[in-house]
């Protein structure tokens, strides 16, 4: 499986934006960029996902560099509820399993 | 219905019990997960079922046992399990099966499993 890599953890104002990058130098032709978040005592939050353009949708922006070896999950004014760990993964036709890995825990100051 | 329903919420068992955890989803999804997820950690999958047919097994110890009853419902059949199984055990489902990436997964509240 193609492997992403994310920084352990950061720290983000209430109502500023948040920049969650993800590395995937190894991310094939076919593979789907997803993100999910995991609160506190909760399952996994579906939050965004795209191939080769950027998307948008009513919890986040998903920005993909142009070679997709990267992305950066966006979110445009924190709240503390967006206090959670969130998880970039790679899922690829034929195998879509989400292998989740170690993802980012993004702490909200009020 | 958006929902992936876990029961129960918490479990505890003895060492020589036999116990089921229980998943359902009724949004026509036709792939389905187990996930064992232990204290900080992230989840690691376990199984996949796609159309009601085992697709995945991560190596996963024969004391658990897996069942796939018809598209809605997913078992997790718990028998001699150890301590150290004690984690999180999350459910999810997509549609279409594993074959299509462009999609998402819903993911339970899990059932938080102690072994003693």
């Known amino acids: 499986d193609a492997k992403t890599t994310q920084p352990n953890s950061m720290e983000s104002n209430e109502e500023e934006p948040v920049h969650l990058p993800c590395n995937h130098s190894t991310i094939s032709g076919t593979d789907y960029i997803h993100w999910y978040r995991q609160l506190p005592s909760q399952g996994p939050e579906y939050v965004i996902h795209g191939l080769t353009s950027n998307v948008n949708n009513r919890m986040a922006s998903l920005a993909i560099a142009e070679d997709r070896k990267s992305s950066t999950l966006i979110l445009h004014r924190a709240t503390l509820r967006d206090a959670a760990v969130y998880y970039c993964?790679?899922?690829?036709?034929?195998?879509?399993?989400?292998?989740f890995g170690k993802g980012t825990k993004l702490s909200v100051i009020p | 219905d958006t929902e992936v329903t876990q029961t129960p919420k918490h479990l505890v068992m003895g060492m020589t019990n036999k116990k089921s955890l229980k998943c359902e989803q009724h949004m026509g999804h036709r792939a389905m997960y187990w996930y064992k997820q232990k204290a900080k950690k992230p989840p690691e999958l376990m199984f996949v079922?796609?159309?009601?047919?085992?697709?995945i097994n991560e190596s996963v110890p024969s004391r658990f046992s897996p069942e796939c009853p018809n598209s809605s419902l997913l078992n997790l059949h718990l028998h001699a399990l150890q301590p150290e199984d004690s984690a999180l055990y999350l459910c999810?489902?997509?549609?279409?099966?594993?074959?299509?990436?462009?999609?998402?997964?819903?993911f339970g509240q899990g059932t938080r499993l102690t072994v003693v």
């Open positions: 999810a489902s997509s549609r279409g099966g594993v074959i299509h990436p462009n999609t998402e997964a819903f």
């Open positions: 993964i790679l899922g690829g036709a034929g195998s879509y399993q989400l292998t």
């Open positions: 079922y796609s159309y009601e047919k085992l697709s």
